[in-house]
């Protein structure tokens, strides 16, 4: 719990501005009676996550921490609690953050959501995680992962081999979680009956999709056009789940993207979840978090700048 070098109570120590001192089997701590009473919360927490076998890893930390300034230390426990899937070496996979809970009680609970945030956020991993356990309890009869083929800043032309073979590297997200949770083996034979299919957007028109779960990753740089008509595939007995960042749009200028306007026309519709994921509940590495802030941080100045301009 403490870290080595008492790394863990250094990084709480820092975060909330409080001295801290480990006598035996306690620990002291030293500071403002707000940050010191945040401390102690934040060290219950910690071993609540050591009990029930959670490993502490600096990016959940940090997030303990923010939490706890709020006065939400408790809820860290009940995000990790509940095992969202099991890969196939038997590993669990759990929420880790409040808005990947609130994503995931979503899509079990909606026919349609939608999973917007920037990256890092486990928009995408979480969805075929909880596809691959669907369709594991028989939930569902067919897995069906879709990207849209949009070049960024690279032309696809030059790259060698046919469609499928220039459209894979755009797929390879999709290939490694679905990898990691049937393994190398099942998942070939599942590709090889159709039961998982992994395909550019463009694949989509004309078809139903009865009894899938149907994953559209990167949406952000679908049209408003192929929106619609993926949304429209909707079949009897599936579920469907469309992730992207609004900030990361790769289209051509003058095109609007599609899960932008499908957001805002569709909020609210029964049935049907937005779900909103922010720096906040960034997984990967913790610089990650600090990239997105910056680049948020820039966005809302340049937008601040333009609209004094045009007065």
């Not at 008492?6 to 500071?31: P, S, Y």
């Amino acid at each position: 719990m403490l870290g080595i070098f008492d790394e863990n109570l250094n990084t709480v120590a820092r975060e909330l501005g409080v001295l801290f001192r480990v006598e035996g089997c306690r620990i002291a701590f030293e500071g403002e009676d707000t940050a010191v009473r945040t401390a102690a919360d934040v060290v219950t927490s910690l071993v609540s996550m050591v009990k029930s076998g959670e490993q502490i890893e600096k990016g959940s930390l940090l997030y303990c921490i923010a939490l706890a300034k709020e006065g939400r230390a408790g809820d860290v426990l009940g995000i990790m609690k509940d095992v969202v899937a099991v890969t196939y070496r038997g590993k669990p996979v759990k929420c880790k953050t409040v808005g990947q809970k609130e994503y995931v009680q979503a899509i079990k609970k909606n026919t349609v959501t939608f999973g917007v945030g920037p990256a890092g956020t486990g928009k995408t991993y979480l969805a075929v995680c909880l596809a691959a356990a669907y369709y594991k309890s028989k939930q569902t009869e067919k897995i069906i992962l879709t990207r849209p083929a949009v070049e960024a800043g690279e032309k696809l032309g030059f790259l060698p081999g046919d469609l499928q073979t220039k459209v894979d590297p755009y797929l390879r997200p999709l290939y490694d979680a679905l990898q990691e949770m049937f393994g190398l083996e099942t998942y070939a034979k599942l590709m090889e009956k159709g039961v998982i299919e992994v395909a550019p957007l463009a694949y989509m028109r004309g078809r139903t999709l009865n009894g899938a779960f149907v994953i559209l990753d990167e949406a952000q740089n679908a049209t408003r056009e192929q929106m619609k008509m993926f949304l429209t595939r909707l079949g009897e007995g599936s579920k469907m789940v469309v992730t992207g960042d609004l900030t990361q749009t790769d289209l051509p200028d003058g095109k609007t993207s599609g899960l932008k306007q499908a957001v805002s026309l569709l909020k609210g519709v029964d049935d049907i979840a937005v779900c909103t994921l922010t720096d906040r509940d960034v997984v990967r590495h913790p610089l990650v978090q600090a990239i997105v802030k910056a680049y948020e941080r820039a966005a809302e100045h340049t937008g601040k700048k333009n609209k004094g301009e045009n007065k």
